[in-house]
């Protein structure tokens, strides 16, 4: 069982950075990518962004980017993401997610193997 634990949320202004980390505990588990995905009261969950734990390419949705940087350390079996010129928009619970290899993964849907818990982002106008 992988657990991921997510840190960094808050509240901020409009404009204003955060920085979100994901901590996964168990390493012997083979990443094939990592995600974050967020959900807004009453909305659906939305990917923000992918990388492949392997070559670090990277995926971003379009409302996102040029905004949001995602990154990883192997190591450390952690991922970031980087927030910059927030938005209200912004505003959701971030999750963090990991998933092993299969055919025909598409890192935009949800169909991760584990997920956080959750943290906060409050984006104030």
């Known amino acids: 069982q992988v657990v991921l634990v997510e840190s960094g949320g808050g509240l901020v202004q409009a404009g204003d950075s955060l920085r979100l980390a994901c901590a996964a505990s168990e390493r012997s588990f083979s990443i094939y990518a990592m995600g974050w995905f967020r959900q807004a009261p009453g909305k659906e969950r939305d990917f923000v962004a992918a990388?492949?734990?392997?070559?670090?390419?990277?995926i971003y949705a379009d409302s996102v980017k040029g905004r949001f940087a995602i990154s990883r350390n192997n190591a450390e079996h952690r991922m970031y993401l980087q927030m910059n010129s927030l938005k209200p928009e912004d505003t959701a619970v971030y999750y963090c997610a990991a998933v092993g290899f299969s055919f025909g993964l598409d890192l935009k849907k949800p169909n991760y193997d584990y997920w956080g818990q959750g943290t906060q982002v409050t984006v104030s106008s």
């Open positions: 990388i492949y734990w392997s070559g670090g390419g990277t």
